[in-house]
């Protein structure tokens, strides 16, 4: 089976999904949190913020690490909060004043253009979202050009495959059931930036220097493999994306063998699902 990849498609679908998702990603919030909480504080240690920084950041969902940002940033600083998806990001905004942060503002924008003004940010941020940019070089560009010189930007994305499993694992199935061909280099996926050398590479592409990529083991804890299916199913655009050309009935097929095959990460302490991030760093 071939298919042409149609960018604009793409980002329109991804649009409507996180639309769709936004509800369920801020309702696993906690889950996400305990996560993605290592990588979340190496992503700002790497990107220098501190109290008084101005922050951007880039793809921000509901906004759990525009939260640690803003808390890091202080009074002082500013976070803006961007996102192509409006109904996540009201979902950020509204976390940040229930926290009582006001130095959190939300623009919808898209990660490839992003249209805010030149050298206005010490530090940019991006939490699995650059991977899933059909153009990284654009949006790393834009990056680039919001910072001021000497600021700093960091990234979380998913090391390769075969470090992932639970992500990997229901991707693997997915494919195979849904007859789609591997992706082509330079195609958004989770693993899209996992390879050895891709990261550096992409970043050095766009200007920056000073890389560095760091590993943070990051394993999914949930009490069973059903939990951590019920999370995928409800969450991830990205699979639901995959699964388009199914049948409801051939989705629900797909989802069982996932469970059945998740179930090997489950042990003494519940569901382990094997997860490493990598937190990719730079100067402008």
Same mark, same amino acid.
């Given at each position: 089976m071939t298919t042409t990849f149609d960018p604009q498609v793409y980002k329109?679908?991804?649009? %409507?999904?996180?639309?769709?998702?936004? *509800?369920?990603?801020?309702?696993?919030?906690?889950?996400? *949190?305990?996560?993605?909480?290592?990588?979340?504080?190496?992503?700002?240690?790497?990107?220098?913020?501190?109290?008084?920084?101005?922050?951007?950041?880039?793809?921000?969902?509901?906004?759990?690490?525009?939260? =640690?940002?803003?808390?890091?940033?202080?009074?002082?600083?500013?976070?803006? =909060?961007?996102?192509?998806?409006?109904?996540?990001? =009201?979902? @950020? *905004?509204?976390? @940040?004043?229930?926290?009582?942060?006001?130095?959190?503002?939300?623009?919808?924008?898209?990660? *490839?253009?992003?249209?805010?003004?030149?050298?206005?940010?010490?530090?940019?941020?991006?939490?699995?979202?650059?991977?899933?940019?059909?153009? %990284?070089?654009? =949006?790393?560009?834009?990056?680039?050009?919001?910072?001021?010189?000497?600021?700093?930007?960091?990234?979380?994305?998913?090391?390769?495959?075969?470090r992932n499993g639970f992500f990997s694992v229901p991707v693997g199935i997915i494919r195979r059931r849904a007859a789609l061909p591997p992706p082509l280099p330079g195609q958004p996926g989770p693993f899209s930036l996992g390879a050895p050398g891709a990261a550096q590479d992409a970043f050095a592409r766009a200007g920056f220097h000073d890389i560095t990529v760091e590993a943070v083991d990051s394993p999914v804890r949930l009490p069973s493999a059903a939990d951590c299916v019920r999370f995928e199913r409800e969450s991830f655009g990205a699979l639901h994306q995959m699964l388009a050309g199914l049948s409801p009935a051939e989705r629900d097929e797909a989802w069982a063998e996932i469970t059945a095959e998740l179930a090997a990460f489950e042990g003494p302490e519940g569901f382990v699902g094997p997860c490493e991030m990598l937190v990719v760093s730079a100067t402008r």
């Open positions: 329109s679908t991804t649009r %409507q999904q996180w639309q769709d998702a936004a *509800e369920a990603w801020h309702r696993w919030g906690p889950l996400i *949190e305990d996560w993605l909480g290592a990588a979340t504080r190496q992503m700002l240690d790497a990107a220098g913020i501190t109290a008084g920084s101005r922050v951007l950041d880039v793809a921000a969902g509901a906004g759990g690490q525009t939260l =640690a940002a803003a808390h890091r940033a202080g009074p002082g600083g500013h976070v803006l =909060a961007t996102d192509i998806s409006p109904a996540i990001l =009201a979902y @950020a *905004e509204r976390s @940040a004043r229930e926290a009582g942060l006001s130095n959190v503002a939300v623009l919808e924008l898209d990660g *490839e253009r992003l249209d805010v003004p030149e050298a206005s940010f010490d530090a940019v941020i991006s939490r699995v979202g650059l991977i899933y940019f059909p153009d %990284q070089q654009a =949006a790393l560009a834009g990056m680039r050009n919001a910072l001021r010189p000497g600021g700093r930007v960091a990234a979380v994305v998913y090391a390769g495959a075969d």
